[in-house]
C-alpha cells in the first residue's frame, strides 16, 4: 500500500488532460484550489481566495455548508446506488415533489440527469419525442442563438452559436438554425439590468419560420440571460415576443437556465423574474449546490402526458441515465434547497442586487473598460481586447486576481463575476477593489 502511494506523484500534473484550459500554459504555472468554506477557497499553501464565481456559477448557497455534507454522508451510508429503470428509490421521487412545488408557471414534471450538458439534449430529444407523438415527426429542426452556449453534447453544441465549436469539430446536428444574439454595444453598454433596446430582434424567429416552415421547427433554444458567453441581458420586452411568436407557430420553447436557476438572478429561475414560461427548462448547477452533480429538465404537464399513450408497459421515453435521480444527489439537492428556503437566499440576492449594480458600474471608466452589464448577483466587465491578442488581456486579470486573493472568470476578454448568494457586501467592496485594481494594472 505504501508502494502504491509513494508511485502516486501529486505533483505530477501531466496525466490530467484538463477541460477548457489551456493545459500547456497552465501545467507551467498551475493555480490551485485545495479547500473552500463558506465565500473562501484555499489554495494548498492556505492561501485565502474570495470567491467572485461561485466556483463556476454553482456554489450558489456558498462553500462547505455543513447540511449538505451531512445529509450526503447520510444517504451514502444509507443507500449508496439504486437503479433508476423500472426501479425507484423514494428520495428522488421526493426531491421531484420539493422542486415541483417551486417551478415557475406550469411547469409540472421532472426529469434528472447529471449535467447541464445533459439536460440540454434530454430537453432538445423530449422537444422531438413529443412532435411525433403528437403526429408532427417533421419537426425536427432546432433553432438556438448566436452566442449561446449549451454545454458540450452534439446537441448543445449545434444549438449553441459558439465558433469555436465549429472550428474545432465540424461536425453538428443536421437542422438547426440561430437567431442573432441581442448584444448591442452602440446602443446598449454600460446600461443596468435589462437595456431597452432589442426587443425586435426576437422578430428574426419570423424570418425562420418564412424561411423554413413552421411545420419542420420543433424547438427553440435560448439563455434567458446568456452567461458563458459573456453575461448579456435580454433587451426589454425580447423573452415574451419570442414565446408569442412560438405560440403562434406550436414551436416548443426551451429555456437553459443552467447558470440563471436557483436565485442567480435573484429569483427562483429568469423565468419567474421576467415572467415567460417556457415549455421546458433545463437546469443543473445551483440544484445542489454543486455538491453532487446534477441537472434536470422540467417540462409542462402536457409534453408529459403526450407521451404517456400507447401500451402501458412499453417504455414511454426511451431516454435515462445511470445516475438519473442519483441518490446522493437527491439528498444534497434537499438540502440545498431546504437552505435556499431557510436563509431566505433568492430574496437575499434580490436584496444585495442594487449594491451590487452600483460596485460593478463603478468600475467605469478604469482604463480599457467598455462595457459593464448586470442583473441579480451576476456581472459582466467588458475590457477592449489588446490588439492582435484577444484574450490576454482579461486572462492578466484573472491572474492578478488570483494572486491577490480573488477569483474571477474570463471569456474572451470579458471579466463574469457571479458570488455565492450569501456574499456581504464587504465582501462585495473587496471583489470590486481588488478587480480594479488588477484592471488597472493589465496594460
Ligand atoms: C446555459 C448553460 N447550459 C449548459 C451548460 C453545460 O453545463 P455542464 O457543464 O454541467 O454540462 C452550461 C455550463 O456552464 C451553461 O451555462
Keep these: 500500500m505504501t508502494a502504491a502511494i509513494k508511485t502516486a506523484d501529486p505533483n505530477n500534473l501531466e496525466a490530467l488532460w484538463m477541460p477548457f484550459t489551456a493545459n500547456r500554459q497552465f501545467k507551467k504555472k498551475p493555480r490551485m484550489l485545495a479547500g473552500a468554506k463558506g465565500m473562501f477557497y484555499f489554495t494548498p499553501d492556505g492561501r485565502e481566495i474570495l470567491d467572485g464565481t461561485s466556483g463556476l ?114 461536425l453538428q446536428l443536421p437542422y438547426t438554425d440561430h437567431l442573432p444574439h441581442t448584444h448591442l454595444p452602440e446602443k446598449n453598454s454600460f446600461v443596468r439590468g435589462q437595456p431597452e433596446h432589442g426587443a425586435e430582434l426576437a422578430d428574426v424567429l419570423e424570418k425562420l419560420v418564412t424561411l423554413h416552415d413552421a411545420s419542420t421547427i420543433a424547438a427553440v433554444i435560448v439563455e434567458p440571460m446568456a452567461g458563458s458567453t459573456g453575461v448579456l441581458i435580454p433587451p426589454k420586452g425580447y423573452l415574451e415576443r419570442l414565446r408569442a411568436i412560438c405560440d403562434k407557430y406550436g414551436i416548443l420553447l426551451i429555456f437553459d437556465e443552467v447558470i440563471t436557476g436557483f436565485g442567480r438572478l435573484g429569483s427562483s429561475f429568469a423565468a419567474e423574474k421576467f415572467n415567460v414560461t417556457p415549455d421546458l427548462m433545463t437546469v443543473a448547477k445551483g440544484i445542489t449546490n454543486a455538491a453532487v452533480p446534477m441537472g434536470a429538465v422540467f417540462a409542462r404537464k402536457e409534453l ?115 458570488p455565492p448568494l450569501i456574499v456581504e457586501k464587504p465582501q462585495i467592496d473587496r471583489m470590486i477593489d481588488t478587480l480594479g485594481k488588477a484592471i488597472e494594472r493589465a496594460a
Design 57 to 170: 456559477w454553482c456554489v450558489n448557497a456558498g462553500h462547505g455548508r455543513q447540511k449538505i455534507v451531512d445529509a450526503i454522508a447520510k444517504q451514502a451510508a444509507t443507500m449508496d446506488y439504486a437503479p433508476g429503470f423500472q426501479m425507484g428509490h423514494p428520495i428522488s421521487f421526493e426531491f421531484a415533489s420539493r422542486l415541483q412545488a417551486i417551478l415557475p408557471g406550469d411547469l409540472d414534471k421532472v426529469f434528472f440527469t447529471n449535467s447541464g450538458s445533459e439536460s440540454v439534449d434530454t430537453a432538445l430529444k423530449i422537444a422531438l419525442a413529443y412532435h411525433r407523438a403528437k403526429g408532427q415527426g417533421q419537426r425536427v429542426r432546432f433553432i438556438g442563438r448566436e452566442r449561446g452556449y449549451h454545454g458540450v453534447g452534439f446537441g448543445g453544441i449545434s444549438v449553441g452559436g459558439i465558433v469555436a465549436n465549429r472550428k474545432q469539430f465540424g
Design 304 to 418: 408529459y402526458d403526450a407521451l404517456m399513450t400507447g401500451p402501458e408497459n412499453l417504455i414511454e421515453l426511451f431516454h435515462g441515465y445511470t445516475y438519473s435521480g442519483h441518490p446522493l444527489a437527491c439528498a444534497a439537492g434537499l438540502a440545498t434547497l431546504d437552505i435556499y428556503r431557510e436563509e431566505g437566499l433568492f430574496q437575499r440576492a434580490a436584496d444585495l442586487a442594487p449594491y451590487w449594480e452600483d460596485a460593478v458600474h463603478s468600475l467605469k471608466g478604469k482604463r480599457n473598460v467598455i462595457d459593464i452589464r448586470n442583473m441579480g448577483l451576476v456581472a459582466g466587465i467588458e475590457l477592449s481586447s489588446r490588439p492582435n491578442q484577444p484574450t490576454a488581456r482579461a486572462y492578466d486579470v484573472l491572474v492578478d486576481c488570483f494572486e491577490s486573493g480573488l477569483l474571477v472568470r474570463t471569456t474572451g476578454d470579458i471579466v463574469a463575476m457571479s
